[in-house]
Nanobody
Framework: QVQLVESGGGLVQAGGSLRLSCAAS????????RDWYRQAPGKQRELVAS???????SYADSVKGRFTISRDNAKNTVYLQMNSLKPEDTAVYYC???????????WGQGTQVTVSS
């Protein structure tokens, strides 16, 4: 059983910063991909950023240059540093873990990020 627990969300003014964390516990394969998704009210869930177990990263165009994804494999934790936040970044942010050997997917419960103008 794998569990993901996100933390670090909150309310911030436009231009501010937040750092999200997602800690994984349980039986986790070493080869995996960690992602951050977000879902704003009335919108579909969208991929924000991804990082492989080797450290390769990718970002949605809307967050490039502002968000940074990183991971600590020893702690099974992934981070999302969010700078220069905009009101349109307001959403529930979810982390996801994909184990590439089994194609198993796991989701966290989500953490709310609200950016005021």
């Amino acid at each position: 059983q794998v569990q993901l627990v996100e933390s670090g969300g909150g309310l911030v003014q436009a231009g501010g910063s937040l750092r999200l964390s997602c800690a994984a516990s349980g039986s986790i394969a070493s080869i995996n991909t960690r992602d951050w998704y977000r879902q704003a009210p009335g919108k579909q869930r969208e991929l924000v950023a991804s990082i492989t177990s080797g450290g390769s990263t990718s970002y949605a165009d809307s967050v490039k240059g502002r968000f940074t994804i990183s991971r600590d494999n020893a702690k099974n934790t992934v981070y999302l540093q969010m700078n220069s936040l905009k009101p349109e970044d307001t959403a529930v942010y979810y982390c996801r873990l994909t184990m590439l050997t089994t194609r198993s997917l796991y989701w966290g419960q989500g953490t709310q990020v609200t950016v005021s103008s």
